[in-house]
């Protein structure tokens, strides 16, 4: 079977899916996108409700632009903010109804695993020539559909972080679950009825935490029953609240000014330090402690504790993983928390991202693993440079053609405070080279 005649197949059609469906088409290959959900963009549905910190000129891939723009498509302003939806329902549904992708995509196609046909985990000979089989569960049953390149990227909102302290979930968490809600709930719209009145506990430093303390507020204002608790696990908040004037992404560090002005008028009531344990139903309501401390009960929480990568669907092909980021392990260094806490993040592409297979990747919010600074202009950098790859154009997947904007904002949702200071320490000059091409250095700076 020769190689070249087999589809690329994609997972999922969102931003960054998309983006590499749009390569794929540009170097004259044939993609093939399985989107679980019934539309393009169906994960950042969920959070539509949300006004995103990047402006419109950040959010959109110039592939996926040029192939709209051919169409007529008018570029939205750049300098505004879409929310979620906006951004799906102008940007990702009109790419993906475009004759260019339509015929490429298969929707409620959920990819459950990959592997090379005819050779399981560990068998060696002829794998780099055996193509990827993909198994695709759809509206016709279970298929096996055969690739000559996987590009997964299926993002990671569908498996959020756990409330726990330690990494698991709390004692009680999963029985308390009907009463959590994990990532950034419509609090101020579908979700009103829920949250209005009530005693509402949110836990995470991410710019996740902040969106819904800021939606809570105006509940406050509203009727003033509604009583927020923000429970954090750093010792500090000059970290969660940081960016602010110094972020390029001015939406993002104003967020955290916002918040500051709430805590400084004690419309919220701040609890540092707190690793929760255990979760209990009482009769007063659910009582979450660390094992020392008691937190008043409150009748809901707002678990904004990032995202988890979901590796399993990968478990049949090789992978080289970080085993503390779960990101691909030359690409941990340069997104870890632990070591580089900026929002600011090397530009980066192919060769960081690829695996033990050949022409397997995993990109987008996916590649980061648990690191929490991911960016579309870097998603849409990542499908540019491993498309070429897979196209064999080596010298095009090497080259980096992307400045990202400084961020200023150290204001992770990692759990601590990093070991070396924001911009401290970056692994490796942060160097640049643009289209034109001039050395540009990113990250320098960040917090000052
Ligand atoms: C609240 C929030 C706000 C954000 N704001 C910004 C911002 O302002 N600027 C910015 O640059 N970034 C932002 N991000 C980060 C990031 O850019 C987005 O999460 C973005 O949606 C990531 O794109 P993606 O294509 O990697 O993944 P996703 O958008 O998550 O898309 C993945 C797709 O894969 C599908 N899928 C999942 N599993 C499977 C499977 N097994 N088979 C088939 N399909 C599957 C999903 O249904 C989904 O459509 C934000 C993230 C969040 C959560």
């Known amino acids: 079977m020769e190689l070249t005649s087999l589809p690329i197949a994609i997972i999922g059609a969102g931003p960054v899916g998309l983006a590499a469906a749009a390569q794929v088409l540009s170097r004259g290959l044939t993609p ?229 002005t709430l805590l400084d008028t004690n419309r919220l009531q701040l609890v540092r330090a707190f690793r929760i344990a255990r979760i209990t139903s009482t009769v007063a309501g659910l009582v979450v402690s660390d094992g020392a401390q008691d937190l008043p009960p409150v009748d809901e929480i707002i678990a904004a504790t990032g995202f988890r990568p979901d590796w399993s669907i990968l478990g049949e092909v090789r992978l080289d993983l970080d085993p503390a980021v779960e990101s691909p392990r030359a690409l941990a260094p340069l997104i870890d928390p632990n070591v580089h806490s900026c929002g600011t993040v090397r530009p980066h592409g192919a060769e960081e991202l690829k695996h033990p297979d050949a022409n397997l990747f995993a990109i987008g919010m996916k590649s980061y693993g648990r690191a929490p600074t991911f960016l579309l202009l870097t998603g849409y950098e990542q499908a540019r440079s491993v498309v070429s790859a897979i196209a064999g154009d080596w010298d095009a997947a090497r080259r980096v053609e992307l400045v990202l904007p400084e961020t200023g904002a150290c204001s992770l949702d990692r759990d601590e405070a990093p070991t070396v200071a924001c911009c401290g320490s970056a692994p490796a000059p942060l160097e640049v080279l643009t289209a034109t091409p001039v050395a540009v250095r990113v990250g320098a700076g960040c917090c000052g």
């Open 32 to 260: 093939l996108v399985f989107e679980a959900g019934p539309s393009a963009g169906a994960a950042m549905r969920r959070w539509g409700h949300v006004r995103m910190f990047s402006p419109w000129k950040y959010d959109v891939d110039a592939e996926g632009a040029a192939i709209l723009e051919r169409h007529g498509w008018v570029r939205p302003d750049g300098e505004t903010f879409p929310t979620g939806r906006e951004l799906v329902e102008q940007y990702l549904e009109p790419l993906a109804s475009t004759r260019e992708l339509a015929p490429h995509i298969r929707y409620d196609s959920r990819v459950t695993s990959v592997a090379r046909h005819e050779h399981d985990l560990m068998k060696d000979a002829t794998r780099e020539t055996a193509p990827f089989l993909v198994r695709v569960d759809g509206a016709a049953g279970e298929q096996d559909v055969l690739a000559q390149a996987v590009i997964d990227a299926s993002g990671t909102t569908e498996r959020p972080g756990v409330l726990g302290g330690s990494g698991l979930p709390a004692i009680g968490e999963r029985s308390a679950a009907g009463r959590i809600a994990y990532g950034i709930p419509d609090v101020l719209g579908s979700q009103r009825s829920r949250y209005q009145g009530r005693r509402v506990l949110v836990v995470g430093s991410g710019h996740s935490a902040l969106n819904a303390l800021l939606d809570l507020a105006q509940l406050v204002e509203t009727d003033g029953r509604t009583h927020i608790i923000w429970a954090i696990r750093r010792p500090a908040l000059a970290q969660t609240l940081g960016g602010a004037r110094n972020d390029q992404l001015a939406e993002r560090g104003r967020l955290g000014a916002r918040v500051r």
